[in-house]
Structure formats: C-alpha cells, structure tokens
C-alpha cells in the first residue's frame, strides 16, 4: 500500500522559512521521481518544484525558483521541501506526489 505522509507546515511571517518532509512507504522511492505541488483556497493544484530519482536534477515553477530547494534522502525514503523568504502568496495546502499517489497534504500559513 502506497502511503506519502507530509509534515513541516505552519504558521509563519512573512520572510520566514519552512521545511516541509514527505515520508513515503510501499514503493520503491529511490526508483521513483516525486512532486511537490501546492493548492491555495478557491484555485487549481499547481505543481511547485520536481526531482529526479537520484535527486540529480530539479525543476521549479517561477513563482518559487530562488526561494525553494527540493531533495531527498533515498536512505530514509523522504523528500523535502525548504521553503525559503516565504510570501503570503505562498499560502496553500502542499503535497507530496507520485504518478497517481499523493498525501494528505499540509498546511503553509505565511501571515503576519
């Protein structure tokens, strides 16, 4: 059974920084690219940032480039998301992803 279980959200000023974590189980995640996609309140899930398997290559949305860094721990089974000077637009619910899987997300509150 395929679980992705997300944790590291909260509230936090603008500025700031987070971590968020992803603790997978069920398959093979050292095989496995991963996601990190994001939804705010009354828009569409967007995909944030993606790594490759090895954790050699990344990809990010403009909005984050500069300010997050995706990477892994395939030792641990984890991805992670280091969020970084974080904005109120960055407010949303994250999730971690693979192919059809994803979490149950966290939530990012960036408010002073």
């Given at each position: 059974q395929v679980q992705l279980v997300e944790s590291g959200g909260g509230l936090v000023q603008p500025g700031g920084s987070l971590r968020l974590s992803c603790v997978v189980s069920g398959f093979t995640f050292s095989s496995s690219a991963m996601n990190w996609y994001r939804q705010a309140p009354g828009k569409g899930r967007e995909l944030v940032a993606a790594i490759t398997s090895d954790g050699g290559n990344a990809v990010y949305d403009d909005s984050v480039r500069g300010r997050f860094t995706i990477s892994?721990?395939?030792?641990?089974?984890?991805?992670?998301?280091?969020?970084?000077?974080?904005?109120?637009?960055?407010?949303?619910?994250?999730?971690?992803?693979?192919?059809?899987?994803?979490?149950h997300g966290t939530q990012v509150t960036v408010s002073s």
């Open positions: 892994r721990d395939n030792a641990n089974d984890t991805l992670y998301l280091q969020m970084n000077n974080l904005k109120p637009e960055d407010t949303a619910v994250y999730y971690c992803n693979t192919g059809d899987s994803w979490g």
